[in-house]
């Protein structure tokens, strides 16, 4: 929630979010940097170490969203379509949205969709979730860490 002064805001939960996420840069660096030097770092489990690091940025963002909308009486659905646009459609609220939902529930879908990719065996909610995200990028292994760098 943030406060509105007659000169200006003061946003608490920006300035949280915003230190929240120097010390996910500098763990993500630290990260890059056993990446930059192992010769596998798929099979070290450093990819999913970075997976996780970025699926927490997006519940960051989702939460500061929440508390965003939630403190100005705004619909979530209406509050995750205003803003910038990405080039692919999509509102940044509503995939920074998908990509924390992604992230948090993932593991909870069905074991076959994940393996095949195939969306048809989601229900509607995944399957707007994956919509949302490949309007920005494909459904990987690492769709949240593919997700954050772009």
């Known amino acids: 929630m943030y406060l ?8 608490y939960d920006l300035d949280f979010v915003r ?3 120097s010390l996910l840069d500098e763990w993500l660096d630290r990260l890059q940097e056993r990446i930059d030097e192992c ?23 989702q939460r500061y969203l929440a508390s965003t909308y939630g403190s100005n009486d705004l619909r979530k659905d209406v509050a995750l379509e205003l803003g910038p ?12 949205h998908a990509a924390a939902n992604y992230w948090k529930h993932v593991d ?4 076959s969709a994940k393996i095949t990719r195939d969306v048809a065996q989601l ?28």
């Not at 909870?108 to 074991?111: G, K, L, S, Y």
Request: hydrophobic share 35%.
């Open 39 to 61: 010769f596998d770092p798929d099979q070290w489990g450093l990819f999913d170490e970075a997976e996780y690091i970025a699926g927490m940025g997006f519940v960051a963002c």
């Open 123 to 150: 229900n509607d909610r995944q399957q707007r979730t994956i919509r949302i995200i490949e309007s920005v990028t494909s459904w990987s292994d690492y769709t949240c860490r593919i997700c954050c760098a772009n």
């Open 4 to 11: 509105k002064f007659d000169d200006g805001f003061n946003d």
């Open 108 to 111: 909870e879908w069905d074991a």
């Open 85 to 96: 646009h990405h080039s692919g459609g999509e509102s940044y609220a509503s995939i920074l």
């Open 19 to 21: 230190d929240l996420f």
